[in-house]
């Protein structure tokens, strides 16, 4: 059974640093696209990130490219999204997800069907301020 559990979340002051994990259980993680997704109360689900399956290939909302990075550890199935120079607007719930049929390359256009096909960890909040 497949299991999706993020991690790391918490506060960080402006310009910090954060790490999300998300780990995997029951699948093999290479044959799965990632997505990391964040949502503040009362506004859509906001895409952040996404990495394919096997390529590597990435892409990420505008919003966070030059200060997030997403990666993956196939071997230890598990994917990251590494953080840097957080802003207030960064504030929000980050759920990571993965969808084998996914393509990152229309990741955004894609984002209805992520949450219909996809598999959901419970999320991590992050709070930005000082």
């Known amino acids: 059974q497949l299991q999706v559990v993020e991690s790391g979340g918490g506060l960080a002051q402006p310009g910090g640093s954060l790490r999300l994990s998300c780990s995997a259980s029951?699948?093999?993680?290479?044959?799965?696209?990632i997505g990391w997704f964040r949502q503040v109360s009362g506004k859509e689900r906001e895409g952040v990130s996404c990495?394919?399956?096997?390529?590597?290939?990435?892409n990420s909302a505008d919003s966070v490219k030059g200060r997030f990075t997403i990666s993956r550890d196939n071997a230890k199935n598990m994917a990251f999204l590494q953080m840097n120079s957080l802003k207030p607007e960064d504030t929000a719930v980050y759920y990571c997800?993965?969808?084998?049929?996914?393509?990152?390359?229309?990741?955004?256009?894609?984002?209805?069907?992520?949450?219909?096909?996809?598999?959901w960890g419970q999320g991590t909040q992050v709070t930005v301020s000082s």
């Open positions: 997800a993965l969808w084998a049929g996914a393509n990152c390359l229309s990741y955004f256009r894609d984002l209805p069907s992520w949450g219909v096909l996809a598999s």
């Open positions: 029951g699948i093999t993680l290479e044959q799965y696209a």
């Open positions: 990495i394919s399956s096997r390529t590597g290939t990435t």
